[in-house]
Nanobody, 128 residues
């Protein structure tokens, strides 16, 4: 079992930046992919970004955040980061960290069907 703890989100003006972190504990050696998802009020949860924790650290992003957000990892700290730049009001949501231990899952497949453990969620609010 993997436990995930996200950093606090916050309130930021449109065009600003914010960095989220997600620290994993427990059976972290079993985790192959970590990612971020978000859920805005009255909307379905959606994929944001994912990173392969071992092989090359490849990444994958939702089109809506590509070029603005960056996911990174620190394996020594069992932590994943989400750097969010050029924030827009439509980025307002509760952001959730996820850790997936399944093998042979591509990042694109993961984006559509994440497995494993979830963090508690952290609110990010972007004001105009």
């Amino acid at each position: 079992q993997v436990q995930l703890v996200e950093s606090a989100g916050g309130l930021v003006q449109a065009g600003g930046s914010l960095r989220l972190s997600c620290a994993a504990s427990g059976r972290t050696s079993s985790v192959n992919i970590m990612g971020w998802f978000r859920q805005a009020p009255r909307k379905e949860r959606e994929f944001v970004a994912a990173i392969n924790m071992w092989i090359g650290g490849s990444t994958y992003y939702a089109e809506s955040v590509k070029g603005r957000f960056a996911i990174s990892r620190d394996n020594a700290k069992n932590t994943v980061y989400l750097q969010m730049n050029s924030l827009k009001t439509e980025d307002t949501a509760v952001y959730y960290c996820n850790a997936d231990a399944r093998s042979y899952v591509t990042l694109t497949d993961y984006a559509g069907a994440p497995g494993g453990s979830w963090g508690q969620g952290t609110q990010v609010t972007v004001s105009s």
